[in-house]
């Protein structure tokens, strides 16, 4: 792949000669072997590596997407030859495919909530069943086999399947937005396990939650439908060719991550604004609109399946699974001494944030040494996790003491149904067992119970400590198991057991509801860990159905992501870094600002370059010898327009690798070296064929006599690639690379005359990535301080 472009070699220094060193002590080892101080994925200290990163299981090889326009002679003539009703038709494709990805990730999260609220209450109402006869054992040993059953179909299904639909996806998805091909993450496989594992984890009660993996359903619907279909399957309908490219694939899945994120809150605006906020890279304003319609369309399934479903034609599936926390009914007034609470809740958040993000990274690496033994070893781990799981849900309320019920309270107390806030559990009749309303539920509605307003006085401060202790622990340990996971719902619950907490302990100095602090509670962990901001206010301003909270909720975002910027990065750039993606971040280092890309392109191996009419023999010793995806077009002894001037060097333009294989395989040779007429090149090709992107040099055969042959690459080469001055910094060369959303950026000389080449070299994502170039360049790393 991106090797490229000829990667950075570094200088002979101590470090580094103690680095090769170290590297040849490594040779003999399992090169997936780690121990828990070294980085998931083992580098070379140098840039001369193929990248790799985790993706799924396995260690793959990473490469880059092409969302720079093409402009060769092909695709200037398609444009120029398109009618008004081609082009209308392609605008109505974009909005027809907004359409259906918003609709069948409605369609399919509806799917999974009926599933997951009638799994789940049926196991429940069988418990009280249990407990009513007072069978307590064979309780335990019927909750611990079902939810030990659901955890073993999801693992399964995740381990021997599709090993990338474990987890949330969603690094994966920002990785994909922001220029890199994870492979196989949006599959058809990947899509079926997501949606049945997510139904088992979740029915199971893990501490895990649906949103993230609807997220990832999402962009795999998107990413299925802009392709036709599954790569064996795929549908070759004429309409379709208008997406087959990178560029228009990033906007629909764009548009699927959004509707997923709409899909699991019931928040269209919050779902745009998470896929600006979080996941997109590039962004423009067509694709707002195209992401709001999506999000639109889901909203709408959702609230009609929802009145459906209240008239009781779904189960068990009633007012929950769908996450919708309504606290309008509550007056909020604010008061010169409720701002003190807010910011504790701000601060408190953002450091516990940062503090379980650190956790979680020393916890995902030993998960990692404990994965890399083999499948058994990954399923051992999730089934020990949905035992230890299992046993505290359902032990663990037999600590608390018995509350009698109120009759102010404004629900039924006692209960034993699968949902309600005053589980009967053990207690008599006429008391309720408060950590069995938490804990013995699904966790959309544990959630539900501890956000309930007007209930100060329904829950003991000893019930939520052991609430909050218990998930804390939880949301360690879940998260990285080989099952689908979101990361919203456990940060949810560990946020709100500390924010009513917080609301126990002010109850006395403050007016607002304990239920509205564990709202808050949950808003500043989740900034403080995921560090969202805008799009996280306005979920949570949908979520509560009250604009009345939208000032201190801002607050609490606010102050809880700058203190946990002071300690870390955000959760899902830890993952990111653990799985060694080749992510671009927004900010560039502030030394890049020393180093120049010509200095980057001097500790590189000479660009490899072609001529416009090339030797085939001379391209297929290149694309069999390098690994590089695109070639600078080099013309020599040019004649410049407008002058007299001869034997001038022309940068014609960057061919990619692709499009020479295309005109091998196509038999486009010339027996003489010459240039070709426009007609011939739309005789033998078109730009359907030229983007396609998996034919390899090796499915090519090329015989002795045609290696003596032409190829006229004038016309396949794209003629406007990206090219910086060599004096350019680094850091404006890396706002460049990522904003455009650049494959290769080409470097020319300063200076223009005879005998100067002018092609100084290409960069490509690994030559801005701050870890490679510090392998070059160790001297431009800060010294620690001791």
């Not at 009280?128 to 079902?146: A, H, K």
């Not at 399947?161 to 920002?174: C, D, L, N, S």
């Not at 694709?287 to 999506?294: A, M």
Request: hydrophobic share 45%; glycine share 8%.
């Amino acid at each position: 792949m991106e090797s490229d472009s000829n990667n950075l070699e570094k200088p002979e220094t101590p470090r580094n000669l103690e680095a090769e060193a170290h590297e040849e002590e490594e040779e003999g080892r399992d090169p997936e072997s780690n121990s828990l101080r070294q980085p998931l994925l083992k580098r070379n200290r140098t840039l001369s590596s193929t990248p790799l990163a985790l993706v799924g299981a396995k260690v793959s090889h990473i490469e880059s997407l092409d969302y720079e326009i093409n402009e060769n002679d092909l695709f200037k003539h398609d444009w120029r030859s398109r009618s008004k009703v081609q082009v209308l038709q392609y605008v109505f494709l974009k909005w027809s495919l907004a359409f259906l990805v918003g609709l069948l990730t409605g369609l399919i999260a509806t799917l999974i909530n009926l599933a997951i609220e009638n799994i789940a209450g049926y196991k429940l109402l069988a418990i009280v069943g249990f407990i009513e006869e007072g069978r307590y054992i064979s309780g335990l040993v019927f909750f611990t086999g079902i939810n030990f059953f659901l955890t073993l179909v999801a693992a399964v299904l995740c381990v021997c399947f599709a090993p990338t639909a474990a987890g949330p996806g969603i690094p994966e998805i920002k990785a994909y937005l922001n220029g890199i091909d994870t492979p196989n993450m949006f599959g058809a496989t990947t899509l079926f396990v997501k949606i049945v594992g997510s139904i088992g984890a979740v029915a199971a009660g893990l501490d895990l939650g649906k949103e993230g993996p609807l997220v990832h359903i999402g962009s795999c619907i998107a990413s299925l439908l802009g392709q036709g279909g599954p790569d064996n399957y795929r549908v070759n309908w004429r309409w379709l060719r208008y997406f087959n490219n990178d560029r228009d694939r990033r906007d629909i899945i764009t548009c699927g991550s959004s509707s997923g994120v709409c899909a699991a809150f019931r928040a269209p605006v919050g779902g745009v604004l998470f896929a600006l906020e979080e996941v997109a890279t590039w962004w423009r304003s067509s694709l707002l609109w195209r992401t709001f319609f999506s999000t639109a369309v889901v909203v709408v399934v959702l609230r009609a399946f929802i009145e459906i479903c209240n008239s009781g034609k779904c189960g068990l599936f009633g007012s929950g699974g769908l996450i919708m926390f309504d606290v309008s009914n509550v007056k909020v007034s604010y008061q010169a001494m409720d701002v003190i609470p807010v910011i504790i809740i701000g601060i408190i958040g953002g450091l516990l944030g940062s503090l379980y993000n650190h956790v979680l990274h020393k916890v995902l690496r030993l998960y990692n040494l404990i994965n890399h033994k083999g499948k058994m070893h990954k399923l051992l781990l999730a089934l020990a996790v949905s035992i230890f799981t299992s046993m505290c849900q359902y032990c663990l309320p037999f600590l608390a003491q018995c509350r009698a019920c109120d009759p102010s309270f404004p629900e039924v107390c006692p209960t034993n149904d699968r949902s309600g806030n005053f589980k009967q559990f053990n207690c008599p009749d006429g008391y309720y067992n408060d950590l069995a309303t938490l804990l013995l539920t699904t966790n959309d509605d544990a959630v539900r119970n501890i956000f309930s307003t007007n209930t100060s006085s329904e829950f003991h401060v000893s019930s939520i400590l052991i609430f909050f202790a218990l998930y804390c622990i939880l949301g360690l340990i879940t998260f990285g198991i080989a099952v689908p996971s979101g990361l919203f719902l456990p940060i949810i619950l560990m946020g709100s057991g500390y924010g009513r907490l917080l609301g126990i302990a002010m109850r006395s100095y403050t007016n607002l509801d304990q239920g509205l602090y564990a709202v808050l509670g949950a808003a500043s962990l989740m900034a403080g860990s995921m560090r969202m901001t805008v799009s996280l206010c306005v979920i949570f301003l949908e979520l509560t159905n009250n604009l009345l909270l939208l000032p201190i909720t801002m607050i609490v975002l606010l102050i809880a992501k700058t203190v946990g910027d002071c300690f870390n990065p955000s959760i899902y750039e830890i993952i990111l870094e653990l799985k060694g993606l080749p992510f671009l971040d927004a900010n560039p280092e502030p030394w890049m600002r020393n180093l120049t890309v010509g200095e980057l392109a001097d500790v590189k191996p000479p660009v490899v370059t072609l001529c416009g009419v090339e030797k085939v023999s001379r391209i297929v010793d290149v694309l069999r010898n390098t690994t590089h995806n695109a070639f600078p077009i080099v013309d020599q002894g040019v004649l410049v327009p407008g002058t007299v001037a001869t034997g001038a060097t022309e940068l014609h333009g960057l061919i990619l690798r692709a499009h020479l294989v295309q005109a091998l395989k196509k038999k486009w040779f010339l027996p003489e070296k010459r240039r070709t007429e426009e007609w011939e090149v739309r005789e033998k090709f078109n730009w359907v064929e030229l983007a396609e992107r998996e034919l390899k040099i090796e499915q090519v055969a090329v015989t002795r006599q045609e290696m003596e042959m032409y190829v006229d690459l004038h016309p396949l080469t794209n003629t406007t690639p990206y090219t910086v001055v060599e004096s350019m910094s680094v850091a404006k060369a890396m706002v460049l690379f990522r904003q455009v959303g650049l494959r290769h950026l080409i470097i020319v000389p300063k200076y223009q005359g005879a005998g100067v080449f002018p092609v100084v070299g290409i960069l490509t994502r690994q030559d801005l990535r701050a870890y490679n170039i510090l392998a070059a360049f160790p001297h431009l790393e800060r010294p620690k301080v001791s």
